[in-house]
């Protein structure tokens, strides 16, 4: 059996994030699964880094990096950061629930990343990419966006929906993840009417109804390439005979 954690980022839980979320905890419960959850915005969680949320702070200005090295070392981490990591460790998965709002995840999942994946505790400049902490757990994006999947396509008018969420992935590779190709339902929104509103309702009832066969096949879902530090030079750059594997990391033209 594993631990998972439920990560939802979206501020109205009888939206179809809400529910995704729900039927992503309700399949790995069925299977036995010990389940975490954290829900975001119905948590209150505080997406801004700040001074604020640390008692010791230097004389030189607030430095993020610094304020939270030195409040991993000395156990004075805010306490919903804490708790949040404390997830974070115990699982063995993460399904993370979002939209696509302005062609990125919502801004408390960002800050839920600057926040929580504290330097210090869960990375440093020696745990990071192929030596990270991480290493062995899976990551999967659950994501809706409003445009179509044409719209959403490497040629759509909206962008590369795999670009737009490759740098939350890199975050996670960052931390040792390994992150699965995102699960991606389009044209999620509130303006149909009618029969394509009607549509709409079966199209995602049909995806709550496969969650449990999803989350079943975890194990074997794909994963999302990226290089090996292996790949790289002294410098950082990518070698020349490595290959690429997103438009992110990539050779000269």
Known sequence: ????????AHPEPRSFNGAWAGATRAACEAAGDTVLWSDLCAMGFDAVESARHYAQRG????????????????GGLPEDVAGEIAKL???????????????APPAILKGWFDRVLVHGA??????????????GRKA?????????????????????IQMLLWPAAHTLRYLGFSV??????????????????????????????AQRDLMAGFEALPLMRFNADADFDAEGRLKPDRPSHSHFVRHAP
Not at 59 to 73: I, M, N, R, T, Y
Not at 122 to 135: K, T
Not at 140 to 160: H, I, M, P, Q
């Open 122 to 135: 869960l990375h440093s400049v020696d745990q990071r990419f192929d030596a990270g902490q991480f290493r």
């Open 59 to 74: 004389s030189g200005g607030f430095d993020p990096l610094k304020a939270q090295e030195a409040a991993a070392q000395t």
């Open 89 to 103: 460790r115990q699982a063995d998965r993460v399904v993370f629930h979002f939209p696509i709002w302005w062609f």
């Open 180 to 209: 699965l190709v995102p699960r991606v339902v389009h044209g999620v929104h509130g303006y149909f009417e009618g029969a394509e509103e009607d549509a709409l309702r079966r199209r995602l009832r049909g995806v709550l109804d």
């Open 140 to 160: 999967l994006f659950c994501v809706t966006t409003g445009a179509t999947e044409a719209e959403s396509a490497f040629n759509g008018k909206e962008g590369d």
């Open 1 to 8: 059996m594993a631990t998972t954690l439920i990560v939802l």
